[in-house]
Every structure is written in C-alpha cells, then in structure tokens.
C-alpha cells in the first residue's frame, strides 16, 4: 500500500508538471482543477516540486480581481538538467540541458571509430564532461540519455550499428561501467535509438503547440525515422519501427549493405552523395566538406544534391501515405547541405498534389546538430514525465 | 455533476465488459480487483450489464476451496448484435454479428457502380435487410458499421473512393437518410475505410491472445493498410495512414490512377493481374472468375500470381521496417489467389533475412471475404467499449 501511494503522489506530481509545461503560467487554483484534486492538495505538492527544482513561482500575475493575486506557475529553468549524448557514424556529440531543452553545454568532435571499447570510453568522458559541466553550475541532474545510430531494445542493448558495423553490444551495460570509472555512474542511463531521440527533442521540447504525431526524419550515413504517435515513440514490435532506410525503393535496385537491393539508402545516405561527388568509394566525405564544397560552387555536387533531394521527396511522401503525421521534421547532418530539403519539399508537393487533403507540415529540426543528443536528453524528462507510459493504451486506465 | 456520474458509470460498466471479454469465466469479487471498485458496486453493475444483454454467467464454478462457488461470467452472445456492411468496387456485402464476432448473417451480392444514389440505396437495403434478420432473432441491435474502398473522415464523408470514382460524397448522411426511409433508422450508423474495418475484425474478434499491434493488408482493386496500434486504429492527420497502394516503389514506373507513377497498386492489384492474364484493360475480371482460370490450372495466370506475390512481399517488407507490426494479416479478395500469399510470405522471409530479431508474423486473415464487413460491426462494439478512446494517450488520465 506504501508503495501503490507513492506511485500515486508520483503520478500527481507529474501530472502537476505537465500541466505547468503545457500552460505556463497556470495557479495552483486552476491547477487543482486540471488535475482533479483538492486545492490544498496541490499546494503541498506544488511546494516540493519547487523545492525540488521542478516550478517556480513567478511573482504574481494580474487577474483583474481585486484581492490576493494567484501565483503563476512555470517550469524551473534554473536547477534541474538533463544530459544527452549521441554517437554517430563520424562524430560523438554530448550536450546538457534544462528543463525545457535550453542546452548548457555542448560539445561536438569528429571521430573515426576504431575499437568498440575505446568509442565507449571516450563516449563515456564527453557524457561525463556534459555532468560535471551541469554540476559546476549547481544543478542537480536527472539523468542521461545516449543515442546511438542503430538499432536498440529497451534494456540498452545495442543489436546493430551497421554504419560502424558493431554487433551484439551490452553498451548501456559498458556505458555505466565505464561512467563509473569516471566516478560519473552518480545517475541513470538510457540509451535509444539515433531518430528515436531526435523524434523526441521535437516532441519533448518543440516550440508552439504540442502536436498529436510527428516523424523525424534523419539523414546520415543512414536513413532512420523516429516515430511519435499519440503521446509516445512508436519503436514498434521489434524496435525496427522507422528503419526507413531499408523501405525498398527499387526493384532489382543497386545492393545495400544490409544485403538487399534497391533500399532507400542505397540512392540516399551520406556515403552514396560523397562517392557520387567524388567518383571515390572512399574516404567517406564529411558532411562539413561536403557544405565546403557545395560553398566553392561544386557543379558536380550540386546536381548530386539535388537528385538526393528528389529521392527523399519520395521518401517523404511514402512515409505520408503509410503514418500520415501531422508533422515530418528533417534533421541529420545532410539536412545541412544547401538545397537538399528545399527540393525534397518541392518534389514531395509535386507527388502529393493529386492526393486531396494531405496536410503534413514539412519543417526543418530545431536542435540542428544536436537534435539526437537534446531529445537523448529529453527523453529522460519524457520518462519522468509519464511514469505510466507503458500502461496508458491498455485500456485499463478507463476503468 | 449529473452528466460526469454517467459518464463514469458507463466507463465501469464497459471495464467490466472489457476485462469479461479479455478473461472469460471471471467472477465478481475478481472484477472488483481488477477495475479498482467495491464488490458491491460491481455486483450492481454486473446485475445491469446481464440485464442489458452484455454478461451472462454460466452457472457455477469449481474453485476447490469449501462453500459457495462463485458465479463466472462472460460474454451473452445470444441477446446484442452488430451490423456490418462493406462497399466494394464490385460488390456489397453485409453481416450481422454477435459480442463474439460469431456470424449470424451474410449475404454478399456482386455488384457494378453505375450511379451513386443507386448504389447508396442497394447498400441501405442490405444494411437493414441484416438489422431485419437481427430482430427477428430477438436481438437487440447496438448499431451498424458500414465500410468503404476509400478515403473516410470521421464524420462519414467519403473524400475519395478511386476505383469507383466517387468523391466528396456524404455518405453516412445519405445512407442514413436512405435507412430512414426503410424505417430501418433506429441504429447509430458509422462509416470508416475498408481496410480499417477490416484491421479491426482481428483487433475486436481475435482469437488466441490480443496483440499489441497489427497491420491489415487488404488486397483487391486497391492495395490499402489498417492499422492498429497501441490499442486503437491509427488513421493519421488527414485519414491517409495505411494508403500503401500508394508508397511508389518504382521511380519512374506505371502509370497509376492517382497520376502519379509506380505505385505499389501499378504492380500489385486486380486490375492488373486481371490485364496480365486476359492481355485486355476491360472488364476486369471478378476474383471468382480468377479463382475458376487458376483451377483450371491456367499457366499464365499462375506466373502472374507469383509476381504479385513477389511484390507483396516487398510491400510486406517496407511495412516492417517502418511500422514493425507484432502481426501482418493478408486479407481481401486477392488473398484467395492460389499461391499468392505463399509466394508473399517466402519473399518476406528472403527480403528480411539478414535483419536480425524481426518477428513480425504474417497470417491470413480469419473472416475471409467478410473481413471488412465484419469489422464495421466490430467498430460499433470497439466504440461502445472505449468511451474514452480519444482521450487516452493525451496523458490525462495519468493524473
């Protein structure tokens, strides 16, 4: 019984949060309301979110009553943080951020990947970095979370990174481990999928109204979709869920590395521009030369670019018509090349014209770079957000 | 206060029919736990819902343990019933079914679109010929769904239904207004797509235990998807989720109806198996007269059949590396051409052999041709069962 009434004062707690974060400036009057507790309940629960870092109180708000103005409420920017980190096929980026995805720090290097446990250790230092960055400010930190390009199951397990070409790795297991080397294990980790945490920086802490579904699409040496749909990630039943890049585009098409024809990746993705560009299988290019080259006026590029752009304009549309989100948010290092994402929107206008009443808005990431590694970040206030998330949708919350 | 109290009593009252659907033989003190009410307050309830026609309990129950045995309970499938049609390109069909999905009328007439009115009023006389069988049995009619080969809003408005080339019709209105004019009006009328009725046949009326997630391939004229996901059907912003007919999957290939080209449908359809096997675009022969070539063991037919199978495979691969469904279930005339699902099934498991841990399992469906039909009137008790569908997932009922 303790432990169900803990559960749910937490649940109340969080409800009150998500109140605030959705409508800044709300009273606990009102609050008490929207939650459906008694006011003075709220009051006590308000009190120690703000002594726990989560509200503040803004002085007082007019209402045009006369009498005792109500306080208003906002999330606290200035006490909690978040750290994110994601590891990409050429680069390892960590951020830290506050509650309302404000970014603190951040740090960026470009890296080859050599040997699976020196990746994990330096992931490890720059993680640890972000925290003692965070810590140095007087913040408390919730948590951190790690996105990795490949596919991940839900205890961290890393299955497949076939950019990097990893296998098999415990590297939540190895993560902590290597944290707690640092004497930085001092929190939870959680580690997830590259597209599925940017989906996240957009969904946990995107500008305006809260939409009901999006997909963030993200281009790199791969081709991945983070899925958002009614409140949560869709990872689907395998995690495979938004594994876009291996969509087939064209029979009998050219051979991926997964060992199929024709998938999406193999007209689309960071490897395939740079070799057209360059008429050279390797090295890979990094997406700065590639912005480098395109700045010198690359004729060559320039058309590479621009077929790429109608190849992801088809990719949007097929993801239009099978998910049909209210949002696609492009993201990734290639959304950076000059031209790319105005051509896609373009093509993608040109397919759907004949289908009446798509509305899907296609905009650009708002974390730029560090989408992956701000919604890594944000997906450890998403879960503290929603500590029922695994049981809403089975329908028993009705009852 | 009035308003919320019953709105409250119905949502227990459907709790109880949910978890009695879901665990047939419970007893009263059980549900008590289990929906988080007073024994007594249930036992209320439970007395309403046997009284209603919902419940019955089967007499007693062995418990082992000395005394009186508790009453089990379980679905009353001889007193409710469901009606459910489906619009086709070339035919109407229409059902009646029990709590259980237990058929108790069908009939299924092949049909040729010449005028809109006509075809609305042909499919009202079969809707309220099945609501008439309903009475006569003594049943008690809850509503009746009625399908379409097209694009649906919410509200009953057909947008789009290509292959008969109907658009912006108000369909639910005018079938309503047409049932009133049978006197057959004093049922809730709900339109919805095809292929999301029929997702909803094995949603609602599964057997074996319920699935977290499906995909409902239907396959005729068009090519179209329902989806289920997290307990509801995921349409989409504007309806479109599940129009896989049109994920183009050929750059640069056939010319499709929708004006684009390469679509999924340009490979994979009745029209065109039917212009592959006869050499002529017109008629397009019915599914029945395919079936008849194929058992006449017709040779061209049969290479045909095993393309269209092959590129349902495809179709069957991009939908698990984008949704990644616990289930995908083949439905839909097509589906009983000799080999086709075979041929599809053999090409998945080629196309996603060297993706590790996909388990998605591919099943034909379990109503047949009445699959569509059978959901809409699956859709009428999925309706009555979650009064709060569309609040769930907003993350209040956490509070």
Request: glycine share 12%.
């Given at each position: ?85 994601e590891v990409g ?58 996105a990795v390009a490949g ?41 997830l999928n590259d597209a599925n945490a940017a ?19 993200s281009?790199g040496?791969?081709?991945g979709?983070g ?105 990734g ?39 992956a590694?701000?919604g890594a ?23």
């Open positions: 019984m303790a432990g169900s009434q803990r559960m749910l004062k937490r649940l109340n707690r969080m409800a009150i949060v998500r109140h605030v974060k959705a409508r800044p400036g709300l009273a606990r009057g009102e609050l008490a309301g929207l939650v459906g507790l008694a006011e003075s309940t709220v009051s006590v629960l308000v009190g120690e979110l703000i002594e726990d870092g989560w509200l503040r109180q803004d002085g007082s708000r007019g209402t045009g009553a006369v009498g005792r103005r109500p306080k208003a409420l906002e999330l606290d920017s200035s006490r909690l943080a978040l750290v994110g980190a096929d050429d680069f390892i980026n960590a951020v830290a951020c506050g509650l309302q995805g404000e970014v603190l720090f951040s740090r960026r290097i470009d890296y080859r990947h050599v040997e699976q446990g020196q990746s994990i250790r330096d992931t490890a230092a720059l993680v640890a970095e972000a925290r003692a960055a965070v810590l140095a400010g007087r913040r408390k930190v919730l948590g951190a979370g790690v596919m991940v199951d839900t205890e961290g397990f890393l299955r497949l990174a076939p950019s990097i070409g990893w296998r098999d790795v415990p590297f939540g297991e190895l993560l902590a481990a290597s944290l707690a080397e640092r004497r930085a294990a001092d929190m939870p980790v959680k580690v989906a996240l920086s957009e969904y946990v802490f995107g500008a305006g109204p809260a939409v009901g579904s999006l997909v963030f699409l281009l040496y791969g081709v979709a899925i958002v749909l009614e409140g949560g990630l869709h990872v689907g039943y395998d995690g495979l869920a938004g594994e876009v890049g291996h969509t087939i585009l064209k029979v009998d098409g050219a051979l991926c590395a997964c060992g199929r024809r024709g998938c999406a990746e193999t007209i689309l993705s960071q490897k395939v521009i740079s070799r057209q560009a360059t008429g050279r299988e390797a090295p890979v290019l990094l997406v700065s030369e590639l912005v480098a080259l395109l700045d010198q006026g690359d004729a060559t590029l320039k058309q590479v670019v621009r077929e790429a752009g109608e190849h992801l304009g088809l990719v949007l549309q097929n993801l239009v018509v099978t998910i049909n989100p209210e949002v696609l948010i492009l993201g290092p290639l959304s950076r090349l000059q031209g790319l994402v105005d051509v896609a929107v373009e093509e993608l206008q040109r397919l759907t014209g004949s289908l009446p009443y798509h509305r899907t808005e296609v905009r650009v990431c708002r974390f730029g770079l560090n989408a590694a701000v970040a944000g997906s450890v206030l998403h879960q503290a957000l929603h500590p029922l998330a695994h049981s809403i949708g089975s329908g028993d919350l009705a009852a």
